[in-house]
């Protein structure tokens, strides 16, 4: 493709290292993603073990 004009109203930076996931994010991801598909907290804590309470706080953490 052909590079943007200097004067263009954003520039693009580089993309990020990308680095191996934590468990931490593992774990984030896959709560987010059953809140996304609509599991209500409980259960989504008792499937993977955690407290209801851990279920909160990553959907805090992340705004959601």
């Given at each position: 493709s052909e590079p943007l004009p200097s004067?263009?109203?954003f520039a693009?930076?580089?993309?990020a290292p990308?680095?191996?996931l934590s468990a931490r994010d593992v774990?984030?991801?896959e709560i987010l993603a059953r809140h996304a598909a609509g599991e209500?907290?409980?259960p989504i804590a008792r499937e993977m073990g955690i407290s209801e309470g851990t279920v909160?706080?990553?959907l805090a953490r992340h705004r959601i």
């Amino acid at each position: 493709s052909e590079p943007l004009p200097s004067n263009a109203p954003f520039a693009l930076a580089p993309a990020a290292p990308t680095e191996p996931l934590s468990a931490r994010d593992v774990r984030d991801a896959e709560i987010l993603a059953r809140h996304a598909a609509g599991e209500k907290n409980r259960p989504i804590a008792r499937e993977m073990g955690i407290s209801e309470g851990t279920v909160r706080n990553v959907l805090a953490r992340h705004r959601i």
